[in-house]
């Protein structure tokens, strides 16, 4: 197991590029691998040009670091969950073209998180984050959690288009001789263990799998190691936040309550050796994100004895 980081942990404005100072932080602070990201259409048909890739891949290699996996942003890919064909065509072409980015880049893998059933919409943009939307200064409080659903919801006929889309991005990404790590998150329509393993079944390909990500699966009260050895070779690469287990879903690890020495074996025990890449929020202290590599560094050498 290695520790990495993503770049959009350092990166100025948003999750968005240029990536090339972050790349030099990551390096610097002494991590082994970087994640990328494309963040939108923008980037992707202006920033990662074919000049701009080898630059990156220079950069990432002299940094004596590795891409552990390209992200591609839900802007760019949101129409993989609708119904509406050409919506859904849009998006896979754009998945086709990030993940064609991300072969150029030379990763092994592509990330991408679960969609949102279309029309969702709660107290935040991100209707995921309504866990936590006391803290985003909405002009009028309640406690009671709410989101709303499109008065047609359909869960059987989102399902159905969304085992397709997922089929389809993983047939695009084995064709392209790499891996798919879809992500979880609360309120998508994957959004835990026991659903990725659902739509694994239907699926059934190798190319598919998921990006662990400690954080959100946290958030849903599922017991990490437990959700490990549920997903066994299924995880390609883990996202490491730690949780206070009330509000705060986003600390370097060491920082809260998340049994890391549990995960850490759970995930020797399944033979996981890939990444785990630190993926925080832009602190205005970078040394905490530091800490939080020492802190894991440690323990998985406690664990694993190496």
């Avoid at 240029?18 to 980037?43: R, T």
């Avoid at 890739?53 to 891409?67: D, H, M, P, Q, W």
Wanted: proline fraction near 4%; glycine fraction near 8%; charge should be negative.
């Amino acid at each position: 197991m290695k520790v990495g980081c993503t770049a959009w942990s350092f990166t100025e404005k948003g999750y968005g590029a240029p990536y090339e100072d972050a790349i030099k932080i990551v390096g610097q602070m002494g991590f082994k691998g970087v994640e990328l990201i494309v963040w939108s259409e923008e980037d992707m048909n202006n920033y990662y040009t074919s000049s701009k890739i080898e630059e990156l891949k220079r950069l990432v290699a002299s940094n004596g670091l590795v891409l552990s996996e390209v992200a591609i942003y839900d802007s760019v890919v949101e129409g993989l969950s609708s119904l509406d064909r050409v919506e859904k065509e849009k998006a896979l072409e754009n998945f086709m073209r990030a993940t064609k980015i991300a072969k150029e880049l030379g990763s092994p893998l592509v990330n991408m998180v679960a969609q949102l059933p279309r029309g969702l919409r709660g107290p935040t943009s991100n209707p995921p984050h309504g866990v936590i939307y006391i803290q985003t200064g909405a002009s009028k409080f309640s406690p009671k959690l709410k989101l709303s659903l499109p008065e047609d919801f359909d869960w059987d006929a989102i399902w159905n288009n969304y085992v397709d889309s997922i089929r389809q991005c993983t047939e695009i990404v084995a064709d392209h001789g790499m891996k798919f790590a879809l992500e979880e998150h609360c309120h998508v329509i994957v959004p835990h263990t026991d659903s990725f393993l659902r739509l694994w079944d239907h699926v059934k390909m190798d190319a598919l799998g998921c990006n662990f990500d400690t954080g959100w699966q946290f958030m849903q009260r599922e017991y990490l190691p437990m959700s490990i050895y549920k997903l066994k070779d299924r995880i390609f690469h883990v996202h490491v936040k730690d949780s206070d287990g009330l509000l705060s879903y986003g600390l370097p690890p060491g920082m809260g309550i998340i049994d890391w020495r549990g995960v850490v074996k759970a995930l020797k025990d399944v033979g996981f050796n890939g990444f785990l890449s630190l993926e925080l929020s832009r602190y205005e202290d970078p040394s905490y994100i530091d800490e939080g590599r020492r802190y894991l560094e440690r323990v998985i050498s406690e664990v694993i004895g190496c």
